[in-house]
T-cell receptor, first 115, second 113 residues
Framework: GAGVSQSPRYKVAKRGQDVALRCDPI?????LFWYQQALGQGPEFLTYFQNEAQLDKSGLPSDRFFAERPEGSVSTLKIQRTQQEDSAVYLC?????????????FGDGTRLSIL | GDSVTQMEGPVTLSEEAFLTINCTYTATGYPSLFWYVQYPGEGLQLLLK?????DKGSNKGFEATYRKETTSFHLEKGSVQVSDSAVYFC????????????FGKGTKLTVNP
């Protein structure tokens, strides 16, 4: 498909387990973003990549959260030792340029539930 | 820091009614402003945007004008349809080295036939 693809769509994990969420951006898109959306809230920024470089990780809530984009395409968001407060929808978005003039295209998200 | 405040929902309207969803923002400099829509079971989609003061974004009958003097970007539609039922998010991008979007909390709109 031509859109941003995220997998899995749903993930259930027990508290304390590690999880990995995957994002396939639109081909050729330079910028990639991760957001966290709690129930009934707007998305909140987690981290930003320009190609393979992680230029902004100011939104990551703790050192249990780690993101990478090693080849400047697919990105993985990893959460270690999950806690119940990590339950949320995790959204990935990509955009064509790095100047902010092009819109961000969002995936459908991964709904993470921590039991 | 940068922030977006939008009117709380839910909003329930009858078909063909006029819609306004208020959005105000706080940001240093000159941000770009956006409205995103999330239809039931779907991902966020860009509805419209404006990148400078007095710009009007429009799409699918929706409009919003970037008002710098009132720091607002209210969403309007003259005649809503049942298919417009969704959650609407106002957002800004400060464009200071990172294009990250700052979102409001969202407003759920339900349009009844």
């Amino acid at each position: 498909g031509a859109g941003v693809s995220q997998s899995p769509r749903y993930k259930v994990a027990k508290r304390g387990q590690d999880v990995a969420l995957r994002c396939d951006p639109i081909s050729g898109h330079v910028s990639l973003f991760w957001y966290q959306q709690a129930l009934g809230q707007g998305p909140e920024f987690l981290t930003y990549f320009q190609n393979e470089a992680q230029l902004d990780k100011s939104g990551l809530p703790s050192d249990r959260f780690f993101a990478e984009r090693p080849e400047g395409s697919v990105s993985t968001l990893k959460i270690q030792r999950t806690q119940q407060e990590d339950s949320a929808v995790y959204l990935c978005a990509s955009s064509l340029d790095e100047q902010g003039h092009q819109p961000q295209h969002f995936g459908d998200g991964t709904r993470l539930s921590i039991l | 820091g940068d922030s977006v405040t939008q009117m709380e929902g839910p909003v329930t309207l009858s078909e063909e009614a006029f819609l306004t969803i208020n959005c105000t923002y706080t940001a240093t400099g000159y941000p770009s402003l956006f409205w995103y829509v999330q239809y039931p079971g779907e991902g966020l989609q860009l509805l419209l945007k404006a990148t400078k003061a007095d710009d009007k974004g429009s799409n699918k009958g929706f409009e919003a004008t970037y008002r710098k003097e009132t720091t607002s970007f209210h969403l309007e539609k003259g005649s809503v349809q049942v298919s417009d039922s969704a959650v609407y998010f106002c957002a800004l991008s400060a464009l200071r080295g990172s294009e990250k979007l700052v979102f409001g909390k969202g407003t759920k709109l339900t349009v009844n036939p």
